[in-house]
């Protein structure tokens, strides 16, 4: 089998992370909830997984808010801390739009959306004619669809400037690209711990930035452990955002992939590069917002289209070859508009387990796709 669909789930997982797993399980109890050898051993491990998210994100322990998925975390964060007029960018996924929708179909939020096309400059243009009048800003910082990179620093700069808070969704940027909280200056910053990371399915965070003072409602309540008597939730991070039993032994693991993803690096271009430079040069074969502004500008993600080919049947027909790939809408409609997609793509997303060999193989098999079209 072929991979190239990491930006759904960074794959295969290591013998490293899987091990982490499997000892964990057979040793964790409920952490938090006593003072015996299997609590403490899974608190110790739920710990040690906020020390390497902190250390690799630059924040604190205590502000590295362990969840389910991203999306959990993005569901916090923009239902606790965003209000009034929030500006969020044209090519968001579904994890930050439909928390926005329903904040706005509830009349608690107005939107107002910023063209995430064109240069930099360009960018944080339009974003900043935006925030007037704002309170959040939400958007993501590369796009699953085609993999734009928004200028991040740039932007949290523009809205700090307005007094406007910035939530950022590094789902497909963690792990692939340098990242860290006190650097880009970003309030809360929400990963997913199972794509360019390789850990878990299942884990993710919300990552608050330790001079961030604001204090947010909490839409999950529950034990947490500690002021078992309060009739609200603790006060404290992160108790204050987890509520319910912790998954310790997939954050244990989480633990060991991003100890991996630091010793292994985040990879090179030369895939992504062979990828695009001969995909773009294939007869019958469009590359929709490919890295046009440079490959420092964009992680390694590429949307196609085979001409008078459904992106449906082309990925069936790839997948009947042992090579797995993306097709659709991938969660995240707003892109596909943006880059008059609207039957969808297909989507190749590289790894760093992929091998040049392995692109070959796919460019062999899209270049029959292509050569077939009359």
């Known amino acids: ?19 982490a797993m499997t000892k964990a399980y057979g040793l964790c109890g409920n952490p938090g909830r006593s003072g015996h050898a299997p609590a403490i051993y899974a608190a110790e491990k739920l710990y040690e ?35 009034n007029k929030v500006v969020t960018s044209s090519v968001e996924h579904n994890a930050v739009f439909r928390p926005l929708y329903s904040m706005w179909q509830r009349g608690r939020a107005d939107l107002s959306f910023f063209d995430a096309g064109g240069t930099d400059e360009q960018i944080v243009q339009r974003f900043t004619a935006s925030l007037e009048g704002a309170y959040t800003a939400v958007f993501i910082h590369a796009s699953n669809v085609n993999g734009r990179i928004l200028p991040l620093r740039e932007m949290v700069t523009e809205a700090h400037k307005s007094g406007v808070t910035t939530i950022i969704d590094a789902s497909q940027s963690a792990g692939h690209i340098n990242l860290s909280v006190k650097d880009s200056g970003a ?20 990552l608050i930035n330790p001079s961030f003072d604001m204090f947010a409602e909490t839409i999950i309540e529950g034990g947490t452990g500690i002021r078992s008597l309060d009739s609200e939730m603790p006060e404290e991070y992160p108790e204050h955002f987890e509520a319910g039993t912790m998954n310790a032994p997939a954050f244990a693991a989480l633990a060991e ?42 992680v390694p993600v590429l949307l196609f289209n085979i001409r008078k080919r459904n992106c449906d049947e082309a990925m069936t027909y790839l997948a009947a070859r042992g090579i797995c790939v993306r097709s659709g809408f991938h969660c995240a409609p707003l892109a596909h508009k943006a880059l008059g997609t609207e039957n969808g793509g297909i989507r190749v997303s590289v790894g760093r ?15 029959r796709i292509a050569k077939s079209v009359s």
């Open 353 to 367: 387990k992929n091998t040049l060999k392995e692109a070959d193989v796919l460019i062999d098999e899209i270049h």
């Open 49 to 83: 997984c906020r020390e390497t998210l902190a250390a690799f994100f630059g924040t604190a322990p205590e502000r590295v808010i362990l969840t389910p998925s991203a999306t959990i975390a993005l569901n916090m964060a923009i239902k606790g801390f965003a209000q």
């Open 187 to 206: 309030d809360i910053i929400c990963i997913a711990g199972h794509k360019g990371l390789y850990g878990p399915l299942g884990t993710g965070a919300m």
């Open 257 to 298: 992939a991003v100890r991996e993803t630091e010793e292994e690096g985040l990879g090179d271009d030369r895939i992504f590069a062979k990828l695009y430079e001969s995909l773009k040069s294939m007869k019958n074969v469009t590359v929709h917002g490919g890295p046009e502004y440079g490959y420092d500008k964009y």
């Open 1 to 19: 089998m072929i991979y190239f669909d990491n930006a759904a789930t960074g794959f295969p997982k290591s013998g490293r992370v899987l091990a």
